[in-house]
C-alpha cells in the first residue's frame, strides 16, 4: 500500500484543506499519515472527534500543546525568539528563518525525517522544509500546496516578506511538484518558479456538507452571514456593519462566526454604536465544526466574502468561504479582489460584486437585494446548483488524486 504524508504547521481541524486531501487518499486506497502542530486550542475538541472518526489515518502531533505541556510550549517559544536574533545577526544560516517564524518547525522536520512514506505533502510555509528534507532522505517524491501567497501575507518590505521569500526561493526548488489554491495564486508563482509545474485545486467543500434543499426565506430582514476561525479587524467587516446602518434596523442582520475575543466584541459594539447600528442585528457565534457551519449558513440570504487588499495575499487568494456559501446555497456578495472578480466573471449568476471598503458600493448592493427580491432568489438558486455540479470536492479531488498519481510516476 502506498503511504502518503500529509504535514501542516496548524491543526487538522484548522486546515481543512489538508482534512479533505487526507479523506480523499484514503477513500482511494492510500495509507494515510498526518504531521500536524498543536497552535490552535479552540481545534482540540473538533480534532478528538476528527480522530476517533478516521482511526486508521496516522495522527502524528509534532510540538508542545500551550495548556497540557507548558514547559515544552515555553521552551518553543524562547527557542523562536532566540532563532531570531540569530537571524538578525547572521541572516538565513542554519534554517534560521524558517526557525523564527514557525513555532514548530523543528519538530514538524524531526518527525517528519523519522516516518518513512512514499510521498510528502505540505501544507503552510512552515511545512515546506521538512516535506523536502523528508523526500529527500527517504529518497522520494515531494508536493508543496500553496493555500495562500505567503511572500505577500505582510507588507512587501517587511521581515518577515523577506524571509519568507528566502525559504521559498530555496526549497521551492526540490518539490517535485506544486498546487495552489487560486488561479491567481498559481499566476502570480509562475511567474517566480517559471520552471515548475503548478496545478490549480479549488478549495471546494464535499457535497455531503450541501443541505438537502434550498431553504425558503422571508425577503426581510436580509440575513447576512459570515464566519471565519477568528472573528479580525482586518475583514472587511467595518465596512459591512457602517452599510448597515443605512438601513431600518428590520431590514437587514448579520451573523459572524468565527472565535472573538470579549474585547474585539467590544470594539464592533462601539463602532455600532458610532454609526447608529442597534446591536440586535449583528450575532456572533462560537466555532463550529466544519461540516455544521453549512446549516448555519442556510439560514442566511447571502455569505459575504468581504476581503480587502490590505497585503496582496488577499488580492489573490479564493477564499473556502465561496464554496461552503454555495453549498448553503447562499447567494455571493464579494468585494472586488482579483481573485473574486475572476470568479465573478465566471459565475456572473450566483452574486454580486462591491468595491471594497466603499460603503456606498455595498449599501447599493445591498438595496439592489431588497429591492429585487426575486433576483435574490436566483443568485442563491444558481449558487446551489452550480455547487451541486462543479464546486464540491467530489469533482475537485480528482484533479488533486491525478497530481498525486502523476508526481508518484514520475
Known amino acids: 500500500m502506498i503511504n502518503v504524508a500529509l504535514l501542516t504547521s496548524a491543526q487538522p481541524s484548522a486546515n481543512p484543506r489538508l ?62 525568539k532566540i532563532w531570531k536574533v540569530i537571524y538578525n545577526l547572521i541572516g538565513n544560516y542554519f534554517d534560521a528563518a524558517i526557525k523564527s517564524l514557525v513555532l514548530y518547525s523543528q519538530e514538524l522536520n524531526s518527525i517528519a525525517c523519522q516516518k518513512k512514506a512514499d510521498l510528502y505533502v505540505g501544507h503552510n510555509l512552515g511545512a515546506l522544509p521538512a516535506v523536502v528534507k523528508a523526500a529527500k532522505k527517504h529518497k522520494v517524491k515531494s508536493i508543496f500546496d500553496f493555500e495562500d501567497f505567503h511572500r505577500g501575507e505582510s507588507a512587501e ?28 495564486i498559481t499566476e502570480a508563482y509562475q511567474t517566480i518558479f517559471k520552471k515548475k509545474n503548478i496545478t490549480t485545486i479549488n478549495n471546494c467543500f464535499p457535497l455531503s456538507y450541501a443541505v438537502d434543499c434550498l431553504q425558503k426565506l422571508p425577503n426581510r430582514p436580509l440575513k447576512l452571514f459570515w464566519f471565519s ?30 472565535t472573538a475575543t470579549d474585547e474585539l466584541k467590544e470594539y464592533f459594539y462601539e463602532l455600532m454604536d458610532d454609526v447608529g447600528l442597534n446591536k440586535s442585528q449583528v450575532v456572533f457565534l462560537d466555532p463550529r465544526q466544519e461540516s455544521e457551519i453549512v446549516q448555519i449558513a ?79 432568489e436566483e443568485h442563491r438558486k444558481q449558487s446551489f446548483q452550480l455547487a451541486k455540479e462543479k464546486y464540491n470536492w467530489e469533482m475537485e479531488q480528482h484533479i488533486f488524486l491525478n497530481n498525486v498519481k502523476s508526481v508518484l510516476a514520475s
Not at 20 to 25: C, N, P, V
Not at 159 to 175: A, D, G, R, W
Not at 234 to 256: C, H, P, Y
Not at 340 to 363: A, D, H, K, P, R
Request: hydrophobic share 40%.
Open 19 to 80: 482534512l479533505k486531501e487526507a479523506k480523499s487518499l484514503f477513500y482511494n486506497g492510500y495509507k494515510v499519515t498526518v504531521i500536524w502542530c498543536p497552535i490552535s486550542p479552540w481545534a482540540d475538541e473538533f480534532d478528538q472527534k476528527l480522530f476517533n472518526e478516521y482511526p486508521f489515518i496516522i495522527w502524528i502531533k509534532a510540538g508542545y500543546h500551550s495548556k497540557h505541556q507548558q514547559l515544552g510550549y515555553w521552551y518553543a517559544r524562547i527557542r523562536q
Open 157 to 184: 518590505s517587511s521581515l518577515q516578506t523577506k524571509m519568507v521569500k528566502e525559504i521559498e526561493n530555496f526549497y521551492i526548488s526540490f518539490v517535485d511538484r506544486i498546487s495552489t489554491a487560486s488561479f491567481s
Open 229 to 258: 476561525q477568528y472573528v479580525g479587524k482586518q475583514r472587511g467587516l467595518q465596512t459591512v456593519i457602517k452599510a448597515m446602518s443605512n438601513f431600518a434596523t428590520d431590514e437587514i442582520t448579520l451573523t459572524l462566526l468565527g
Open 298 to 376: 442556510a439560514k442566511h440570504h447571502i455569505g459575504l466574502a468581504v476581503e480587502y487588499v490590505h497585503i496582496a495575499n488577499r488580492d489573490l487568494c479564493l477564499t473556502n468561504k465561496l464554496f461552503m456559501y454555495m453549498l448553503a446555497g447562499n447567494s455571493l456578495l464579494m468585494t472586488d479582489t482579483k481573485s473574486q472578480q475572476y470568479f465573478f466573471q465566471e459565475n456572473s449568476n450566483i452574486g454580486l460584486v462591491y468595491e471594497q471598503e466603499n460603503v456606498t458600493s455595498m449599501v447599493n448592493a445591498l438595496k439592489y437585494y431588497l429591492d429585487n427580491p426575486a433576483i435574490l
